[in-house]
């Protein structure tokens, strides 16, 4: 081997850089299931930041759904989707989804992820036009640069500023998309869908919106941002995750008949990457049985992120400005963030700093994510933990 020949060498200062700039990030392990308590590190902590909103990635009704399908069809889909990896149970899952969100047809994908990078690229090509608000999920981003249409972002949830931008840019190009995130997963804030709604249709716009964090969270019995603001039929498409409230992994975009039939003939990674597999998709049809008979989850998670944060204001550490359960506490720089995050796991609570690039520089933080399987005992701890710490490091008086 030829020694001097060190291509990747570049990669150590890259990490070295992060390091000192409070930015690198460490990868906990978790040694038990997701719920309201972990083991990570031989410890049990209290878990803080998954996304599992309703407790349901370790619910036994998921975990026995898994189990009788696995016995049924074995474990993997063996193909991509349009080959010979389609079986009934991803259809039933679809069929229900779309029942569920009150749309004529959903398709699923392997993730969010997949689904925003699967979608945007068939909707707008090369003659079109992105109007994609400037805080949209990497996924969203990704998923424009893929499809090769121009792309211009507009300040966040800003309708006037898009609308202006609409009229500048909107007679050059073919196709037009308005694309935002549901619930912006940083801050908790929902964007203006209704509003949105009307300038898209006003310029003649295709409307999208990322549901990931509204999905089991907003609307009646999480039903999502299209149901909190009833604009059933008025909103284009809309992408979801099955792995945030839902508890397992997948995505799903709904929407006309026409939309799902087109995905299935352009969506590239339904076209070009294995779907779903059988426990992933068994459990999700029984996460839907569990929203359709009941909103006593949906009604916890809410209860339970009501009381913490109006704990945390009581207690003076700005929680931003979420409408949703999520809970930013702001810390500003990334290193405070990142010592904040090591003191409250000492005190066995488990609540990663999240810092640039995932949001803006100086506006590092931790962000508390409440959910349905957190009892008022384990908020109770948490507070206790936040609050010591934040005194300790000169965060709250
Ligand atoms: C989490 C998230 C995704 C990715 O979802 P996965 O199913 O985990 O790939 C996409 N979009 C938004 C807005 C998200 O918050």
Same mark, same amino acid.
């Given at each position: 081997?030829?020694?001097?020949?060190?291509?990747?060498?570049?990669?150590?200062?890259?990490?070295?850089?992060?390091?000192?700039?409070?930015?690198?990030?460490?990868?906990?392990?978790?040694?038990?299931?997701?719920?309201?308590?972990?083991?990570?590190?031989?410890?049990?902590?209290?878990?803080?930041?998954?996304?599992?909103?309703?407790?349901?990635?370790?619910?036994?009704?998921?975990?026995?759904?898994?189990?009788?399908?696995?016995?049924?069809? !074995? +474990?993997?889909?063996?193909?991509? /989707?349009? #080959?010979?990896?389609?079986?009934? =149970? @991803?259809?039933?899952?679809?069929?229900?989804?779309?029942?569920?969100?009150?749309?004529?047809?959903?398709?699923?994908?392997?993730?969010?992820?997949?689904?925003?990078?699967?979608?945007?690229?068939?909707?707008?090509?090369?003659?079109?036009?992105?109007?994609?608000?400037?805080?949209?999920?990497?996924?969203?981003?990704?998923?424009?640069?893929?499809?090769?249409?121009?792309?211009?972002?507009?300040?966040?949830?800003?309708?006037?500023?898009?609308?202006?931008?609409?009229?500048?840019?909107?007679?050059?190009?073919?196709?037009?998309?308005?694309?935002?995130?549901?619930?912006?997963?940083?801050?908790?804030?929902?964007?203006?869908?209704?509003?949105?709604?009307?300038?898209?249709?006003?310029?003649?716009?295709?409307?999208?919106?990322?549901?990931?964090?509204?999905? !089991? +969270?907003?609307?009646?019995?999480? /039903?999502? #941002?299209?149901?909190?603001?009833? =604009? @059933?039929?008025?909103?284009?498409?809309?992408?979801?995750?099955?792995?945030?409230?839902?508890?397992?992994?997948?995505?799903?975009?709904?929407?006309?008949?026409?939309?799902?039939?087109?995905?299935?003939?352009?969506?590239?990674?339904?076209?070009?990457?294995?779907?779903?597999?059988?426990?992933?998709?068994?459990?999700?049809?029984?996460?839907?049985?569990?929203?359709?008979?009941?909103?006593?989850?949906?009604?916890?998670?809410?209860?339970?992120?009501?009381?913490?944060?109006?704990?945390?204001?009581?207690?003076?550490?700005?929680?931003?400005?979420?409408?949703?359960?999520?809970?930013?506490?702001?810390?500003?720089?990334?290193?405070?963030?990142?010592?904040?995050?090591?003191?409250?796991?000492?005190?066995?609570?488990?609540?990663?700093?999240?810092?640039?690039?995932? +949001?803006?520089?100086?506006?590092? /933080?931790?962000?508390?994510?409440?959910?349905?399987? @957190?009892?008022?005992?384990?908020?109770?701890?948490?507070?206790?933990?936040?609050?010591?710490?934040?005194?300790?490091?000169?965060?709250?008086?």
């Amino acid at each position: 081997m030829n020694t001097q020949h060190d291509p990747l060498a570049w990669i150590d200062d890259e990490i070295a850089a992060l390091k000192e700039a409070g930015l690198y990030t460490h990868i906990r392990v978790i040694d038990s299931p997701q719920g309201a308590w972990l083991t990570i590190d031989g410890r049990r902590v209290l878990n803080l930041c998954s996304n599992n909103y309703l407790g349901l990635a370790n619910h036994p009704r998921l975990v026995q759904a898994a189990k009788e399908a696995m016995d049924k069809y !074995g +474990v993997g889909p063996a193909a991509v /989707r349009t #080959i010979a990896g389609t079986m009934s =149970l @991803h259809v039933e899952l679809e069929r229900r989804l779309a029942a569920f969100k009150g749309v004529e047809a959903a398709i699923t994908f392997q993730s969010g992820f997949t689904a925003n990078l699967g979608t945007i690229p068939a909707i707008v090509g090369r003659e079109d036009v992105i109007f994609s608000d400037q805080l949209n999920h990497a996924s969203i981003i990704d998923g424009c640069r893929l499809s090769r249409a121009k792309i211009i972002a507009y300040p966040h949830n800003d309708v006037d500023a898009l609308e202006d931008l609409i009229k500048e840019h909107r007679g050059n190009y073919r196709r037009a998309l308005v694309v935002t995130d549901g619930v912006f997963s940083m801050d908790g804030d929902i964007a203006p869908l209704p509003q949105l709604a009307e300038v898209a249709k006003r310029h003649n716009c295709i409307l999208m919106v990322d549901d990931a964090h509204g999905e !089991g +969270v907003l609307g009646r019995g999480g /039903r999502g #941002i299209v149901d909190h603001f009833g =604009l @059933h039929g008025i909103v284009d498409i809309e992408v979801g995750t099955l792995s945030k409230a839902f508890g397992v992994v997948g995505g799903v975009v709904a929407g006309s008949k026409r939309l799902v039939e087109w995905l299935r003939q352009r969506g590239r990674p339904f076209l070009f990457s294995s779907a779903m597999t059988v426990p992933d998709v068994a459990a999700c049809l029984a996460a839907l049985d569990l929203l359709e008979e009941s909103t006593e989850l949906v009604d916890r998670l809410w209860e339970n992120a009501r009381y913490f944060k109006a704990e945390m204001q009581a207690l003076g550490f700005d929680t931003g400005q979420s409408e949703t359960p999520i809970t930013p506490v702001m810390l500003g720089e990334a290193p405070l963030a990142q010592t904040f995050s090591r003191r409250l796991f000492e005190e066995g609570v488990f609540a990663t700093a999240i810092g640039y690039p995932t +949001v803006p520089r100086g506006a590092a /933080r931790i962000r508390v994510m409440p959910s349905a399987a @957190h009892t008022k005992e384990d908020l109770d701890f948490a507070l206790q933990a936040f609050a010591k710490v934040g005194r300790e490091l000169g965060v709250i008086g």
